[in-house]
C-alpha cells in the first residue's frame, strides 16, 4: 500500500508542477528537477510566485546538484553567481 501511495503522491506533484502555468513560469526540466527540493524547503509558497523563487534564493546552498543544473541551463541562475556562493562556503 505504501508503494501505490508514494506513486500517486508523485503523480499529484507532477501534475501541480506541470499544470501551475503562471506568468514567468520556470520550464518543465527545471520543475522536474527541483521539485524534491520545492517539497523538502518551499512547499508553503504556491509553485511559479514571487514567494517560492525567494524561498528557492535563501536555501540555495541546500538545493540538489540536478535542480542548481537545470536553473544554469534554464537561465535562471548564472554559472558565475553559483560559482560565487561556492566559494565564499
Given at each position: 500500500?505504501?508503494?501505490?501511495?508514494?506513486?500517486?503522491?508523485?503523480?499529484?506533484?507532477?501534475?501541480?508542477?506541470?499544470?501551475?502555468?503562471?506568468?514567468?513560469?520556470?520550464?518543465?526540466?527545471?520543475?522536474?528537477?527541483?521539485?524534491?527540493?520545492?517539497?523538502?524547503?518551499?512547499?508553503?509558497?504556491?509553485?511559479?510566485?514571487?514567494?517560492?523563487?525567494?524561498?528557492?534564493?535563501?536555501?540555495?546552498?541546500?538545493?540538489?546538484?540536478?535542480?542548481?543544473?537545470?536553473?544554469?541551463?534554464a537561465?535562471e541562475?548564472?554559472?558565475?553567481?553559483i560559482?560565487?556562493?561556492?566559494?565564499?562556503?
Amino acid at each position: 500500500m505504501t508503494k501505490i501511495r508514494t506513486i500517486l503522491a508523485s503523480a499529484v506533484t507532477l501534475s501541480v508542477l506541470v499544470m501551475s502555468s503562471q506568468a514567468g513560469a520556470v520550464s518543465l526540466s527545471v520543475k522536474l528537477a527541483c521539485s524534491s527540493d520545492y517539497y523538502a524547503h518551499c512547499s508553503q509558497f504556491t509553485p511559479d510566485s514571487p514567494g517560492v523563487r525567494k524561498c528557492m534564493r535563501s536555501v540555495g546552498r541546500n538545493l540538489s546538484q540536478g535542480c542548481i543544473g537545470a536553473l544554469v541551463a534554464a537561465g535562471e541562475v548564472s554559472k558565475s553567481t553559483i560559482q560565487r556562493k561556492v566559494a565564499a562556503k
